[in-house]
């Protein structure tokens, strides 16, 4: 039973994740797929996430189904934060144990983002500002150079999820050695993709504001970048969005050492697309 950990902040959309999992998987002639996570305990997430013990216990109950559910044939989804490096180590070591391969799907967001997913949720499911803070500080971001961590999946929210990528290292892989070195890869740095992430969000939002006082022609500042962006006429958010996931998806495909320079970067790249 080969595992697919989720991994994310608070209101990252790991279910919603795990969701399109279990029903490509479904789709794909696996019969059974199980997902296992808060959702199913029943778990009323603030009160166990502002008590450290209640929160060890939650992770006991999630570690012992998942090993319960341990059988040669079925899929299990972890569903829950999974943030804790050390959790994560002794899941791998579960697996190692039953000698079948894992991955991680990591759904990298910001903590604005997830803060505003929340307040669209229903209340049941929401997060209190003081245990999604608290959850955020917290939070390990995984590192595929950790073996337990790899091979990790890094997805952004507007990102589909690479299916066919997930199965094959989960279904054609054979269970790794207890001691097999992994390549690094330089793609699923989660700090390099937040960053990304993050940094062309930001230049989005000052044009966006730049533009609502200044005249075409101006040139405007964004942060994190040296150089100004000329603009010879009005964009909209769409526009501009678009040129984002562009930029974005380019990027991922030829990452940069320097994540210094991904502010720069991008201002060239709308500054030519605007042309
Ligand atoms: C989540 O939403 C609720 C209701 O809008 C709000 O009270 C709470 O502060 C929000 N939490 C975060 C982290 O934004
Ligand atoms: C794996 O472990 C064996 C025995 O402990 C050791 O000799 C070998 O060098 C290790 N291989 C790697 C790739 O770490
Ligand atoms: C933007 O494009 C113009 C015209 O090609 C060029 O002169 C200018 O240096 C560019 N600016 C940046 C920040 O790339």
């Not at 245990?131 to 997805?155: G, H, I, K, M």
């Amino acid at each position: 039973m080969p595992l697919v950990l989720m991994c994310g902040f608070p209101c990252s959309g790991k279910t919603r994740r795990a969701e399109e999992l279990k029903t490509y998987f479904r789709e794909n002639g696996q019969k059974k797929v199980e997902v296992v996570g808060d959702e199913a305990l029943c778990v009323d997430r603030n009160s166990v996430y502002e008590d450290s013990q209640k929160e060890k216990n939650v992770r006991a109950s999630l570690k012992a189904e998942v090993e319960r559910k341990i059988n040669r044939d079925d899929i299990v989804i972890l569903d829950s934060l999974n943030y804790i490096k050390g959790y994560r180590y002794e899941l791998f070591c579960l697996i190692k144990h039953a000698q079948t391969p894992h991955c991680l799907v990591y759904c990298l967001t910001s903590d604005e983002q997830s803060s505003s997913w929340n307040a669209s949720r229903e209340a049941a499911q929401q997060y209190n500002k003081e245990t999604f803070e608290a959850l955020v500080q917290r939070f390990e971001a995984p590192d595929s150079r950790n073996r337990w961590d790899s091979p990790l999946f890094t997805v952004l929210s507007d990102d589909t999820l690479p299916f066919e990528a997930i199965s094959e290292a989960l279904l054609n892989r054979k269970a790794p050695p207890p001691n097999q070195s992994t390549q690094s890869q330089p793609l699923s740095s989660s700090n390099f993709l937040y960053e990304l992430d993050k940094m062309t969000q930001d230049v989005l939002t000052a044009i966006f504001n730049a533009q609502k006082t200044s005249v075409p022609g101006d040139s405007i500042s964004v942060p994190g970048a040296t150089e100004k962006i000329s603009i010879t006429r009005s964009i909209n958010m769409a526009e501009l969005r678009k040129l984002r996931r562009q930029f974005i998806s380019y990027t991922k495909m030829h990452p940069t050492e320097n994540t210094g320079q991904i502010a720069n970067m991008f201002v060239q790249y709308l500054n030519k697309s605007l042309l």
